[in-house]
């Protein structure tokens, strides 16, 4: 298991503005874990002993959710030996479904305390605290040793770090050589301003969404080798239809959801998001680099 140094949530070699405690700020859910036990409740499931199809709506926070993450995965080789960092991990989802499925150990690194600290009981819950690790930490300076993984992953994390060189920089730093980073993120396709709230920030000083060719060029220039693109535009709509459909059919968002980390905001939130996909001004997209052996 990586062995990470002691350090408080914004420590490390380079100093951090203050971008990252105002994200860290509006990420903050208070009584979360109480929530999402309150949410487990109402759908009929043990809240002590939920499984992690019943945490899925709520803890895969990402456009497209836990079939989204899934989507990137399978091109992914993951085996029980691979080491794998979970970049902005949230309450833990991709973090559990990988240890799952490929019995890997997961190391998850977010900036809001409440939710590695939510992470790590949803995976004590759910019986995988043995193959998962949660720290709160700065993704432009992680305590962790060079080339300590063999896998770097991130959901839905780009858009609210500004400096994209210096994260691919610390990136290809921790990976060891032949590693993959697999990120999935939403990029602008248009010049048009956005409209806020977003999901993923609450005002547009915390919002950093750029073009693929940022990624790319930021991936080159620390060293990485890209692999591929791929838009998920169309499975995103798809994703959305199907679950206003839901909400029609029962005439309520279900207890358990990604409205439980939008403080209250989420239909204005994703009627912004929507917007903007469908005015092609934005759109989510995977990408994949190799950091050469």
Same mark, same amino acid.
């Given at each position: 298991?990586?062995? #990470?140094?002691?350090?408080? @949530?914004? !420590?490390? !070699?380079?100093?951090? /503005? ?7 700020? =509006? ?6 874990? &109480? ?24 803890? =895969?926070? =990402? ?31 991709? @973090? ?38 949660? =720290? ?6 992680? @305590?962790?040793?060079?080339? !300590?993984?063999?896998? &770097? ?72 080798? #890209? ?8 499975? @995103?709509?798809?994703?959305? /239809? ?32 929507? !917007? ?18």
């Amino acid at each position: 298991m990586i062995e #990470w140094r002691d350090m408080p @949530a914004f !420590s490390g !070699s380079v100093p951090v /503005n203050d971008i990252e405690p105002r994200v860290s700020g =509006h990420q903050a859910v208070p009584c979360l874990i &109480a929530d999402i036990r309150d949410a487990l409740s109402k759908a009929g499931v043990d809240p002590d002993a939920p499984g992690l199809d019943d945490l899925k709506p709520v803890d =895969h926070f =990402h456009t497209g959710g836990a079939p989204a993450t899934e989507a990137l995965l399978k091109q992914l080789d993951i085996t029980a030996r691979t080491r794998v960092l979970d970049i902005g991990c949230g309450i833990g989802g991709v @973090a559990r479904l990988v240890a799952q499925k490929a019995g890997a150990h997961v190391t998850g690194l977010d900036v809001s305390a409440e939710f590695t600290q939510t992470a790590d009981t949803l995976s004590r819950m759910t019986g995988l605290s043995d193959k998962t690790t949660f =720290h709160t930490g700065d993704a432009l300076a992680m @305590a962790v040793d060079d080339e !300590s993984f063999d896998l &770097a992953l991130m959901f839905h994390v780009g858009m609210t770090i500004e400096d994209k060189n210096r994260l691919f920089a610390e990136v290809a730093r921790v990976l060891a050589p032949g590693g993959t980073f697999a990120l999935f993120d939403v990029m602008r396709t248009s010049q048009r301003a956005l409209t806020f709230p977003l999901p993923w920030a609450e005002t547009r000083e915390t919002a950093f969404v750029d073009r693929p060719w940022v990624y790319r060029n930021a991936a080159r220039d620390a060293g990485l080798d #890209w692999v591929g693109t791929r838009d998920r535009t169309e499975p @995103a709509k798809a994703a959305f /239809n199907r679950a206003f459909e839901t909400n029609r059919r029962i005439g309520a968002p279900p207890p358990v959801g990604p409205h439980l980390l939008m403080r209250g905001k989420a239909e204005t939130k994703v009627s912004h998001y929507l !917007s903007h996909i469908y005015a092609c001004d934005i759109a989510p997209v995977e990408m994949i680099f190799r950091k050469p052996a």
